[in-house]
């Protein structure tokens, strides 16, 4: 019994040493130490029958042949997964002396994106902070508590995608909705910017889509006046448009603001003659903007009859179009690799 043993021993470690995969490995195994009829297991079933002295010298043996066999499986499992690593490692070699991709097929930045990053060290110079939210918002932050109540026929200037099964929520139309959600994260005094994406239920047009950026502004503090609001939107119109740049505001009416107006800066390209881009009237116009009105500082949970603040709402699409003379809107969202890489 003891040369069976041995036998097999010899076999087994032949067997292992020329198996080339897993697979094969796994095979072999079971057909030598499998559980039920592996040919070792059924060796030391045969141990039983022999009488107390054989037993000890034979067991001693079958032991020796069992631990060595279990030692060559080991091994032989070690070297093939050094193998598959070296394999998984040469294909993922990289070539460090090929020449790079060509220029041009580096990936650019939006236009938005561009308009968004200068803005935002515009402003960051000047003591704001750029905050951002979600574009997913509650009707209570997109309007309510910008002081556009339910029912309250302002809700129809500004389209809106309603959120199906989800009554209350909206995508939001305006980064107005934040005004509300900083007073209350961060209370007043409060300097800070929102630029971020907005939805409306347009029929789309050269200027209106129906998904386009908006940077708010606002700004909370003791003593905030209208003319404090006329000198930051000032320094931004000459920071986008050049040293000689002029504002204009004229009222209009937003529930948000009291009193509210439009902005309009001295058209960049014609210097106020008059040309097709301001169609002719030498005013370009690229933001709302407003005292905040009471109501809103009260939901922000600001004492309102401490603080003052005013707010702005830039077209930052508007901007990127103005910026780089684009005469559609929906190129900027159509992912249009054509239009992407001129930027
Ligand atoms: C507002 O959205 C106000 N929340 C702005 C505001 C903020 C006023 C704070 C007062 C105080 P309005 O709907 O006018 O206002 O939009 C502001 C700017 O967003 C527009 O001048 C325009 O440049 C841009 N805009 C609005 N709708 C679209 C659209 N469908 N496509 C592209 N740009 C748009």
């Known amino acids: 019994m003891q040369s069976k043993f041995e036998q097999l021993k ?3 470690l032949l067997a292992i040493k020329s198996v080339s995969d897993k697979i094969q490995l796994e095979d072999l195994e079971n057909k030598l130490l499998g559980r039920k009829s592996g040919e070792l297991t059924n060796l030391m079933k045969g141990l039983k029958d022999l009488t107390d002295d054989a037993r000890k010298v034979i067991g001693v043996v079958a032991n020796e042949v069992k631990k060595d066999i279990e030692m060559a499986f080991a091994n032989k499992k070690n ?3 050094n193998l598959d690593w070296a394999a998984a490692v040469e294909k993922e070699r990289v070539d460090i002396t090929q020449p790079t991709l060509p220029h041009s097929e580096r990936g650019t930045f939006h236009p938005n994106t561009i308009i968004q990053k200068d803005l935002e060290d515009f402003f960051t110079s000047m003591g704001f902070v750029v905050l951002d ?15 556009v109540p339910e029912n309250h026929p302002a809700r129809d200037m500004q389209d809106t995608f309603y959120i ?27 300097r800070a910017i929102v ?26 503090d003791e003593h905030i006046t209208f003319a404090h609001m006329k000198g930051v939107l000032e320094a931004v119109a000459k920071h986008l448009y050049g040293a000689d740049t002029q504002v204009r505001l004229r009222p209009k009416y937003y529930p948000f603001v009291e009193p509210g107006v439009n902005g309009e800066v001295t058209c960049f390209i014609c210097k106020g003659k ?5 169609k002719n009237t030498g005013w370009l116009e690229i933001f709302g903007a407003g005292m905040i009105h009471p109501n809103v500082l009260k939901e922000g949970k600001v004492d309102a009859g ?11 699409t508007r901007l990127a179009m103005l910026k780089y003379g684009i005469e559609d809107i929906r190129h900027l969202e159509s992912g249009d690799l054509k239009f992407l890489k001129q930027f």
């Open 195 to 220: 630029p971020g994406k907005c939805y409306r239920n347009e029929a789309t047009d050269p200027r209106h889509e129906h998904t386009f950026y908006q940077l708010e502004g606002f700004v909370i």
């Open 79 to 81: 070297e093939l997964l």
């Open 274 to 278: 008059g040309c097709r881009v301001c």
């Open 306 to 316: 401490r603080y003052q603040g005013f707010a702005f709402g830039l077209g930052l």
């Open 10 to 12: 010899t076999e087994a």
């Open 164 to 190: 199906k099964n989800h009554p209350g929520m909206v995508m939001r139309t305006h980064t107005s909705s934040m005004q509300v959600r900083s007073m209350l994260k961060q209370g007043a005094p409060l």
């Open 133 to 147: 939210g979600p574009e997913l918002e509650s009707d209570f932050f997109n309007f309510t508590a910008v002081n």
